[in-house]
């Protein structure tokens, strides 16, 4: 896996790191989200223009429809982090990371990704679905950390 090291690594002197796989995932969430606004910004940046895009807009120029779908998804997606992420890291520091979790974290990602292309191509049963499935991810979490 990329987050391991192998022992010839450990061996040469350098110290081993292994994160896990919930770790792994909740960071590749979290660049996902980090890069959903770009798309919709370079819209913003086409139809409005730097200058007006970098100030305080008086004009009300609207973005393509795509764009607004992706801006939507983005919201989205941080709110859904929101939730996400603490689980995460909770689940991580008392124990509670297992098979399960490792397979919620990675149904997770793929969950919010097929989400926000489904969103912005305006699919609606995919987007719905997709959403539904990360929340059980969610909630997968959360179980096993009550439990």
């Known amino acids: ?49 730097i200058v007006e895009v970098v100030g305080y807009p008086t004009s009300t120029k609207p973005k393509a429809e795509w764009a607004q779908r992706m801006k939507a998804a983005h919201a989205n997606a941080v709110e859904n982090l929101v939730v996400f992420a603490p689980l995460v890291l909770i689940a991580d520091a008392v124990g509670a990371n297992g098979g399960c979790t490792a397979a919620a974290a990675a ?18 049963w995919v987007r719905t679905i997709a959403f539904a499935i990360g929340w059980l991810a969610t909630l997968a979490f959360a179980w096993q950390i009550l439990m």
């Open 1 to 49: 896996m990329p987050w391991e090291r192998s022992s010839a690594e450990t061996r040469r002197g350098r110290r081993e790191r292994i994160v896990s796989s919930e770790l792994f995932y909740l960071a590749l969430v979290i660049a996902l989200t980090a890069i959903m606004w770009i798309p919709y910004i370079l819209n913003r940046i086409m139809v409005k223009g």
């Open 107 to 124: 149904v997770y990602f793929w969950a919010r990704l097929v989400h926000f292309l489904a969103y912005t191509f305006g699919i609606p």
